[in-house]
């Protein structure tokens, strides 16, 4: 019915697709993580020589470590998310023109049909009164 409808009779009568995205399924790719350390020349805090002297508070390298995997996870979690929502999107909106598409060849064939059989009422109707004058 679709093949049909939308690429037969739409190349018949001159109507054309609209354009859409190509749906291939997404492909999540693994992206490298890096950590850049900014340091503390980079700072704009007007105390700055002041801050110098301080000595950085200890640190829990494993904390921290398991802190940026989940954030990592998280993070691909939400692409992954959004990129399949996306290509939810870009199906329904093929689908929805397919649709749209199938409605216009429906409505141009109605119309040229509608046009047809009102021509041809009329010039009967026309003959019909012409002809029963002459009687």
Known sequence: ???????????????????????????FYR?????????????????????????????????????????????????HNEEQQRYEADRENEIINDWMLAAAVVDRICTIIFTIVFIGITVIFITVIATHRLR
């Not at 049909?4 to 492909?27: D, G, H, I, N």
């Not at 503390?40 to 200890?58: G, I």
């Open 1 to 27: 019915m679709k093949l049909v409808l939308c690429e037969k009779l739409a190349a018949c009568l001159c109507m054309k697709r609209s354009p859409t995205p190509s749906l291939e399924p997404p492909q």
């Open 31 to 79: 992206r490298r993580s890096s950590v850049a350390s900014i340091g503390d020349r980079l700072n704009n805090s007007p105390h700055y020589n002041n801050m110098a002297s301080v000595a950085p508070p200890p640190k829990n390298e494993t904390a921290d470590k398991a802190l940026l995997e989940e954030m990592r996870d998280l993070q691909k979690t939400r692409l």
